[in-house]
């Protein structure tokens, strides 16, 4: 059987056949690149795009003084460039809740209302809703369909507006989430990695304005507040007292300003060291502010910088009381909106109670108290400045009136402390411009009429009102701490001057360390200076070294130098006043206890510190007519013979006082009947015209 010839293509239609594929393998080519391209266009135009929007939006954030103000700027940025049609923000508190800020921003009010003003009102809990979730898990979260999301709080509302899909990023400052922001659409939403990469990034620059926002709040924080009790500082004290006295009504009223020193502090302070100082002022600072909170009905919180005033109840402003440290160990509460003056008083007494229970310091238990001083305001006050100098001045009036105290400003304290300031600041000028003097009142034998010594009396040569007597203003310097330096000019200036007499009379010298010369004892024949020193000099820790000191710096024989001290140093360390007498009396310094027979418990501290003399009170020797004092004083005097004890009687002003004294045995007197105090020449003039004189013997070591 023979096949049929096989019929061979022809080679040109071959060739057109082969042509034929090739062009449509290139047009297969063309077209795929021409998608490649296509996408990489598109790809390229979108990268353009939201490089752009994460460029406006990282400008704007840089010159944001806000978080929110910033969130409000990128949600209409974003929902435009988008295409989505709602975003609304929230902040976070301490990573447990996300709340609405009133930030958001809507493509089409008239559909979607409804469901903003629902995102406007609510509240989210970690992983409670979109937001929760962000909260619980900080990332990117999408629904692509509300309907069927059951974790979805606004669903209903978010059907009747057709809404169909959302989003939300969270707004990170390091670790923490400190905002998210959601977004929903009527469309789809797909989770895009370009989008979700831009949105992450936007995110990133917000965080860094919440970083920055929170820099400066918490710069304006320590700022404004103390940063060991957290309470508000004198500066923020200042702005909102200022603040809430320029909406005083017309009469003025409604305002009081307490102010709280601490009393027994400084000596807590002192024995325990500061930190258990500063923990006793956290633990009072707690403590005066739950007093506050009972008494105000809790409506003390304090308030930030820039926080509203108090609010109202039923149209009636509420009382609100601010607490500060303004300083130390001192206090102060604002209160605004009173409407029963009395509250001020109501709550100093329940501090009162609340800091006389004892504190737990470590393992030391104290007790402290606290001086107060209120002013309510009124029509005369010009500004807050003025309320609070004035509960100043009551404040320390009831520092003056003893422990615990608490004085309410009125006009008579008003003037009596402005003198009493008066008076302190004058003292300060006259310290300065050394405007005291020494007058000398002699000290008479009273058998022999010769002049043993001189007691140096202080007096200040005032400008204007002329030779201040002390009692006049060593009280106000006691009181300021000012007696130390007045008590010190006095000492040395004494000292100078009777060794200047000593220089003039000639007499017997004794050499800086207490050695004798060829002529005899130290001192002898020699007059010597008595000098009231202060209880709180007595008591400096170097006070026999500073003695010591004066001494080598004036020359005076210390035999020849006496100093008299009341028996409130005995009151105040009676263990450290027996050493610093002993030592006294070993370098030869006499020292007198004045006004005797007028303290706390005399002749207990005649048997246990080693006095020299004792001087009898001005007060015992003006009624030597009454049989009662005259007992009184031969009764001293047959005491002090028995105890080897020197005796001066002070303030002898009659010839009569002179002889009972004189009969009954007592050894020296002062007073305007033997000598009126005179200036320095006047008085040592007494020692020339009266001859030689002579002494009692310095103590025995």
Request: hydrophobic share 40%.
């Amino acid at each position: 059987m023979k096949h049929a010839p096989i019929a061979l293509p022809d080679p040109a239609t071959a060739r057109i056949e082969r042509l034929e594929r090739q062009l449509v393998r290139e047009r297969k080519a063309r077209l795929a690149a021409e998608v490649i391209a296509e996408d990489g266009l598109r790809a390229l135009y979108e990268s353009k795009r939201y490089l752009a929007l994460l460029q406006r939006i990282t400008e704007r954030a840089n010159k944001a003084d806000t978080l929110v103000e910033a969130l409000s700027f990128t949600l209409g940025e974003i929902c435009a460039e988008l295409g989505w049609d709602f975003g609304n923000a929230y902040l976070v508190r301490s990573m447990q809740e996300a709340v609405p800020c009133n930030c958001w921003h809507v493509a089409n009010p008239e559909h979607l209302m409804p469901f903003v003003e629902a995102s406007r009102e609510l509240s989210f809990a970690r992983g409670v809703g979109l937001p929760g979730r962000v909260l619980a898990e900080p990332r990117p979260w999408w629904i692509e369909d509300v309907r069927t999301d059951t974790n979805f709080q606004r669903h209903d509302v978010a059907i009747d507006c057709r809404v169909v899909a959302g989003c939300a990023f969270p707004v990170m400052a390091g670790s923490e989430v400190v905002a998210i922001y959601e977004f929903f659409s009527r469309k789809g939403i797909e989770a895009e990695p370009a989008v979700v990469e831009t949105i992450a990034q936007i995110g990133i620059q917000l965080g860094r304005v919440a970083e920055r926002e929170q820099a400066r709040e918490a710069l304006m924080r320590d700022a404004l507040h103390d940063p060991l009790t957290t309470l508000p500082n004198r500066v923020l004290l200042h702005e909102r007292a200022s603040s809430a006295f320029s909406r005083l009504p017309r009469n003025a009223k409604g305002l009081a300003v307490l102010v709280i020193d601490l009393d027994g502090f400084k000596a807590v302070n002192d024995k325990l060291g500061h930190h258990a100082g500063d923990c006793l002022l956290v633990a009072t600072a707690a403590r005066l502010r739950d007093a506050i909170d009972e008494c105000v009905g809790g409506e003390s919180v304090v308030r930030g910088p820039t926080e509203t005033p108090a609010g109202t109840r039923n149209g009636i402003a509420r009382p609100q009381a601010t607490l500060a440290r303004t300083g130390g160990d001192e206090f102060v509460v604002l209160m605004e909106n009173l409407r029963d003056d009395r509250l001020p008083q109501t709550v100093a007494a329940q501090l009162h109670a609340e800091l006389d229970l004892p504190f737990s310091v470590g393992r030391d238990e104290v007790t402290i108290g606290a001086s107060i001083g209120i002013a309510h305001s009124n029509p005369h006050y010009r500004d807050y400045d003025e309320v609070q100098r004035d509960a100043d001045l009551a404040m320390y009036q009831a520092k003056a009136s003893g422990r615990g105290k608490t004085v309410t400003f009125n006009h008579a304290l008003g003037t009596a402390v402005r003198m009493r300031m008066a008076l302190e600041r004058d003292l300060r000028e006259a310290i300065r411009d050394n405007q005291f003097v020494l007058h000398y009142q002699a000290i008479i034998d009273l058998a022999s009429g010769g002049i043993e010594g001189f007691e140096a009396l202080v007096r200040w040569n005032h400008p204007w009102r002329g030779l201040v007597p002390p009692g006049d203003f060593i009280p106000t310097a006691e009181a300021t701490g000012l007696i130390m330096f007045i008590g010190d000019w006095v000492l040395r200036e004494a000292c100078r001057a009777i060794a200047r007499l000593h220089a003039q009379l000639g007499g017997t010298r004794q050499d800086n360390s207490g050695r004798l010369d060829n002529r005899g004892t130290p001192g002898a024949d020699l007059p010597f200076v008595a000098v009231n020193i202060a209880p709180q000099q007595f008591l400096l820790p170097d006070f026999v070294p500073y003695l010591r000191g004066v001494i080598m710096e004036t020359g005076v024989p210390p035999s020849c130098l006496k100093l008299e001290v009341t028996e409130g140093v005995a009151v105040l360390d009676a263990e450290r006043t027996r050493r610093v007498l002993e030592n006294c009396r070993e370098i030869g310094i006499r020292v007198g206890l004045d006004d005797f027979g007028t303290g706390y418990s005399s002749l207990s501290y005649l048997h246990s510190l080693p006095f020299d003399s004792i001087k009898i009170d001005r007060a015992f020797v003006a009624a030597l007519d009454k049989p009662k004092s005259r007992k009184i004083v031969r009764t001293i005097l047959d005491l002090a013979g028995n105890l080897d004890l020197t005796v001066v009687a002070e303030g002898i002003e009659t010839a009569d006082q002179q002889a009972a004294l004189t009969a009954m045995g007592c050894g020296m007197g002062q007073g305007f009947l033997l000598s009126v105090p005179l200036i320095e020449a006047e008085a040592f003039d007494l020692v020339h015209a009266s001859g030689p004189v002579t002494t009692d013997r310095p103590p025995s070591s």
